[in-house]
């Protein structure tokens, strides 16, 4: 079942949502959880293949996908190969393995997108860290004016906190990370506009990010909401995932 909800109207609802849905909180990090979905998107790959496919939406323009944290674009090829065959111009986001470093990666991937863009408005999507990314960078591009991103898509990105909500805090905190710092300077980040409209299709499954944490703080942003049955891993190999996204990039 896909869950959609239009941005004024869920902003009000996740006000009150406050008292009766969790607040965001590191997830439990259950892998058989979400190696069971995974396999369970997979198999459902060649139905969609046959059926879904035909009826996805079809569209045009430059669009890059982003990898999550610790993959590459390896990760990303199905969704890239399913966008392409719906008409997209599709590019990934070809820095090597996202490592999570967004200062460092934003002046590269201005680079790129603005060459992928040709003068034509843009559109990303981002999978978990790879929808910060896609986030930061359309917010760059939004300040400087060099070109504009249309729409962004993100998939399990946790918006808020930083990896505080996420199956890596610990890892981050071990590692001499300020997890409260990190959470202040991306709230200061998330004032500003994006400059974008945006789709955030989380799972109430995951167990990497917490759903909670995907939900945009800032009212000026324009953001739809699309909950999926699957898990986190399975997010880019999922056919009802897939063609939201292909329907989302083609309006």
């Known amino acids: 079942m896909i869950r959609r909800r239009l941005a004024p109207r869920l902003r009000t609802a996740v006000r009150g949502a406050h008292h009766d849905d969790p607040a965001p909180r590191t997830p439990d990090a259950r892998l058989t959880p979400e190696i069971t979905r995974l396999v369970r998107s997979v198999a459902g790959l060649p139905r969609f293949a046959i059926r879904g496919r035909r ?11 982003l990898p999550g944290y610790m993959t590459s674009d390896r990760s990303t090829l199905l969704v890239r190969r399913f966008l392409t065959a719906q008409g997209f111009d599709v590019i ?25 863009a040709a003068g034509r408005p843009i559109k990303l999507v981002g999978w978990s860290q790879g929808g910060i990314m896609a986030r930061e960078t359309a917010r760059e591009a939004h300040r400087s004016g060099r070109f504009a991103v249309e729409h962004i898509v993100t998939m399990g990105t946790p918006v808020i906190g930083g990896p505080r909500y996420t199956a890596t805090a610990e890892r981050y905190a071990k590692a001499g990370y300020d997890l409260d710092r990190i959470e202040r300077l991306i709230a200061e980040r998330n004032a500003e506009p994006l400059g974008a409209s945006v789709t955030a299709i989380y799972t109430r499954s995951d167990q990497i990010v917490h759903w909670r944490a995907c939900f945009d703080p800032n009212p000026a942003n324009a953001v739809e909401y699309v909950e999926v049955n699957t898990g986190h891993f399975g997010l880019g190999f999922d056919g009802e995932t897939l063609a939201i996204i292909a329907d989302r990039l083609a309006r």
């Open 55 to 65: 009826s996805a939406a079809r569209g045009r323009g430059p669009v890059m996908v």
């Open 92 to 116: 990934g986001w070809g820095l090597g393995l996202n490592r999570g470093d967004v200062q460092q990666s934003i002046p590269p991937l201005l680079d790129r997108m603005a060459r992928h």
